[in-house]
């Protein structure tokens, strides 16, 4: 059994990627990205993403973005609807109309958040079955949460992220299959670890160590992982479970904060029924 999403994903390119400010544990503005081996690191994500079977839909860079790169952040997609992003920092708010652009132009329909919430779209929330996990306390307010269910017509269940190095969902959580998660507890509060223990029948549980390697941060195409990185643990049961894992070097990226689930934004999320145009 797979995921019934994950074929389809938005990538930008890193045109303009760089660390210019600081808005989260990773990033320091005295780090030097190299940009031509930031190119190089994307275009390979690009390439093994396609030789999984995926499709990539490309959103052009942005001079004064350099955040834009990383679009799960970009809103929240769910059959036809987008839903995009409320930045909360400053820094990253620019880039919400070339995402909402981009969406009207292929076809979504767009409906916002209340403007008193922050909600920073795929990064802090995830399907697994027939349900929206959701994180919040860095990035996105957990009453954002009742907004999206609304949008979306989806329940959400919320889970409080507790380590700011661990400042998204998606660096703690990566759902496998219907009942498999890579799932980092550690980061969580009491709640939220209850409620995926409830949710996920097989969890794979990591270390802290494990999960500051960006572990979770992984992008999954039917039995295919595209890992930032691989721990001998977590890859004998990945194994174990038929993934094949193919590890994709993402240093630059990482200096940011950001991974391969970062970089990617699931377009068939809750229907694979939306007219697909030509891969540019």
Request: proline share 7%; charged share 25%; hydrophobic share 45%.
């Amino acid at each position: 059994m797979s995921l019934s999403w994950g074929r389809r994903y938005l990538m930008c390119p890193p045109s303009f990627f760089g660390v210019v400010y600081e808005i989260n544990p990773w990033m320091h503005r005295e780090v030097t990205v190299d940009v031509d081996l930031a190119m190089e690191q994307w275009q390979h994500l690009v390439d093994v993403i396609g030789a999984a079977g995926a499709q990539v839909d490309l959103l052009e860079s942005e001079p004064g973005l350099p955040d834009l790169v990383f679009t799960a952040n970009a809103g929240v997609v769910s059959g036809d609807l987008f839903v995009p992003a409320r930045f909360r920092h400053a820094e990253r708010r620019g880039e919400t109309p070339f995402d909402v652009a981009w969406f009207v132009a292929h076809g979504w329909r767009v409906e916002e958040l209340p403007a008193e919430v922050d909600h920073e779209g795929a990064g802090d929330t995830l399907p697994f079955g027939a349900v929206f996990v959701s994180g919040y306390r860095w990035r996105s307010d957990a009453r954002s949460h009742a907004a999206v269910a609304s949008l979306t017509g989806t329940p959400v269940r919320s889970v409080e992220l507790t380590d700011p190095r661990l400042y998204h969902l998606d660096l703690t959580f990566c759902p496998l299959d219907d009942r498999r998660a890579l799932c980092a507890p550690d980061a969580w509060d009491d709640y939220g670890t209850k409620v995926v223990k409830e949710l996920v029948p097989e969890p794979l549980v990591l270390e802290l160590d494990e999960a500051l390697s960006f572990v979770a941060n992984s992008v999954v195409i039917d039995r295919t992982m595209l890992m930032p990185a691989c721990p001998p643990r977590v890859g004998r049961q990945l194994e174990a479970w038929g993934f094949d894992i193919e590890v994709v070097a993402l240093s630059e990226f990482m200096k940011a904060g950001g991974g391969p689930r970062c970089l990617t934004l699931a377009l068939d999320v809750g229907s694979r029924l939306l007219d697909q145009p030509e891969q540019q």
